[in-house]
């Protein structure tokens, strides 16, 4: 289940950084978006894997840690107004700059402009 | 239990009630309570600060446990001599923010205040911390506070840099999460005295992860603190946001710098056994490094908001060059020189803001325009701080930069250092004086535009500047207190004196 687990994390993260890293708004937000579901999924993960336990101590051996289960609540949280607000400033921009750029200029693309001339 | 003993944690309350209580329709419509209130909360920000400083030199270290929770298991709230100076420093810089915003910045957009006072309760929840996890949640608070305020009043340039900010810290708070993860999922708690302990006790196959939970985390803490590969963000985000707003994010690298401090010149410190001070080997080429870049920009510099952003970066690196000295008189050093920095490059901030407004379309760039209708004024601070941020006698700069070159005691270090250090100061010298010549000397006539500053915002800057030779004639007290955080910072704190400390 450990790996399942850790390879479904790092390549949600893979994707989210690759979506990251092109140059638009958009595929930024999305990017971040994978990220912060890897993010949360890694931080549930933190205390350990257990099946069938219960996550409160009722006097069993066996149970599940809680804390971690308390951070992703409060990430997700974070995460989600974080989210929203990227979203806002990212149609903002699009408005007020004319493109969805994160540099504000769409760089300047030698193969297109070949094309069209 | 009575007030005086829930004195810690109201820092964080007092702004946040303020700002939830300015969102309210009686104060939401009315521009001039809003500015009342908050002024008047700030002002009460301060008393309860210097109240909790002597509380702290008196009594020592006061731990506040939220809802009496003992620490591995409930948030504490520590308030040591450095947190509580850290906390002093916001809320006059809290102050002198709001003063300066009343003449008439508040007014290009909405909930200006309500944001600023969300903003502080982030910065002095940080300082006060005494957990990892609640410190991200106080970054997340301060964060998406600065986010709103620094596109304040709006505009292209502003929209364009602030893209650039939020994204840059959206992707930094992700590695945070996951660094507290992998941190978490070693040592078992988030408690930063308890983690301190723990760290003494790992196995050694957990070793490798732990470190790189800890490095990950110095990433994170150095993106906020404008540290070198990561400090791109900070010369155009603060350059092209509106004076009060970049005046007060003159402490935000600074929270980043205290983190590092605290986890990886403590937690992270000599204490650790296996894992003793192993972000030294990177901070160390990293801090001279950022000096080097820093100057060398601050000559490039075109306007006068950038040049200040550019000597925020080199009083981070100056900063990091003392965590990684790591001594307690490096420390003492680097905390006396850290409220120096931030005062003096904050009502620098304050201050082009005025020369922008009075040069009209020149704004803060260094070509020949009319000369302002106040330059008298506004060159002689501007002469004043110059000084402070060159680091020549008599203001506080001097002290704080002997202070550090005295620190420095290996000669192996001290061949970088000083040289650096005093050649960063004669780069400034010159940018600054570059830049004092063409604003206030190189004019064409007579200016006819009657916008002068509001006598608050004169007031404001005074706060800021008085404060300077303030650290000079008092400068034993100000050392003295420096060295008591610099030695209870080097102590660090374990579990069970925390847990004696809170009972």
């Known amino acids: ?117 | 239990m009575n007030l005086i003993d829930h004195l810690v944690i109201f820092p964080v309350l007092i702004p946040f009630f303020v700002a939830v209580a300015l969102l309210f329709p009686s104060f939401s419509y009315s521009l001039a309570r809003q500015r009342i209130l908050t002024i008047a909360a700030n002002i009460l920000m301060v008393v309860i600060a210097l109240v909790l400083l002597l509380k702290v030199k008196d009594q020592g270290i006061q731990v506040y446990a939220l809802g009496d929770w003992s620490a591995p298991f409930g948030i504490v709230l520590v308030a040591d001599a450095f947190s509580v100076l850290m906390v002093c420093l916001s809320a006059i810089l809290g102050l002198a923010v709001i003063m300066y915003a009343s003449a008439g910045d508040d007014k290009s957009g909405a909930f200006f205040h309500p944001l600023i006072m969300f903003q502080l309760m982030g910065i002095n929840g940080a300082f006060l911390t005494g957990d990892a996890f609640n410190l991200f949640v106080f970054f997340e608070v301060l964060l998406i506070a600065s986010y709103a305020l620094m596109m304040h009043g709006g505009g292209k340039q502003r929209i364009q840099a602030n893209i650039h900010y939020v994204f840059l810290n959206l992707i930094g708070s992700s590695l945070f999460l996951f660094a507290l993860g992998t941190l978490y999922g070693t040592l078992g708690t988030l408690n930063f005295a308890d983690m301190a302990d723990r760290i003494q006790l790992l196995s050694s196959n957990e070793l490798l992860i732990t470190k790189s939970g800890a490095l990950l985390l110095l990433a994170v803490f150095g993106l906020k603190a404008a540290m070198l590969p990561v400090h791109f963000w900070l010369p155009k985000a603060y350059a092209s946001t509106s004076a009060p707003v970049a005046a007060l994010f003159a402490i935000m690298t600074k929270v980043g710098i205290y983190s590092i401090w605290r986890v990886h010149g403590v937690m992270f410190g000599d204490q650790a056994g296996e894992l003793a001070n192993i972000a030294l080997p990177w901070l160390w080429p990293i801090a001279l490094l950022t000096i080097a870049i820093g100057a060398i920009s601050v000559l490039a510099s075109q306007s006068l908001r950038v040049l200040c952003s550019n000597l925020v970066i080199v009083s981070v690196g100056t900063l990091l060059v003392t965590i990684s000295v790591n001594t307690v008189q490096a420390s003492t050093a680097g905390i006396y020189y850290l409220l120096h920095s931030t005062i003096a490059c904050a009502a620098m901030f304050l201050l082009a803001g005025l020369i922008q407004l009075q040069r009209g379309k020149a704004e803060d760039r260094f070509v020949t325009a009319r000369s302002m209708p106040q330059a008298g004024i506004l060159g002689f601070t501007f002469a004043l701080l110059a000084i402070g941020l060159i680091g020549m006698p008599p203001l506080s700069g001097f002290v704080g930069k002997a202070l550090i070159l005295q620190s420095v005691t290996k000669a192996s270090q001290a061949i970088w250092i000083w040289p650096l250090i005093l050649g960063s100061g004669l780069i400034a010298l010159i940018a600054l004086s570059r830049a004092g010549t063409s604003l206030f000397w190189r004019t064409t006539g007579e200016n006819t535009s009657a916008l002068k500053g509001h006598p608050i915002q004169y007031l404001a800057i005074g706060l800021l500047v008085g404060i300077l030779p303030l650290m000079v004639i008092f400068g034993g007290l100000v050392s003295d207190y420096a060295q008591l955080a610099a030695e209870q910072l080097n102590a660090g704190l374990s579990l069970q004196q925390l847990n004696e400390v809170a009972k």
């Open chain 1, 1 to 117: 289940m450990e790996l399942v687990y850790a390879v479904c994390v790092g390549f949600m993260s893979a994707c989210g950084i690759f979506l990251m890293l092109r140059g638009h708004t958009f595929t930024l937000v999305i990017g971040l978006t994978l990220l912060s579901y890897a993010v949360n999924l890694f931080l549930f993960a933190s205390g350990g894997l257990t099946i069938g336990a219960p996550s409160v101590l009722n006097g069993s051996e066996n149970y599940a840690d809680p804390l971690p289960q308390a951070l992703v609540l409060t990430a997700i949280v974070i995460g989600f107004a974080m989210t929203a607000f990227a979203v806002i400033l990212a149609m903002r921009g699009r408005s007020d700059l004319g493109n969805d750029h994160v540099d504000g200029t769409e760089p300047f693309d030698r193969l297109a402009a070949e094309e069209k001339s």
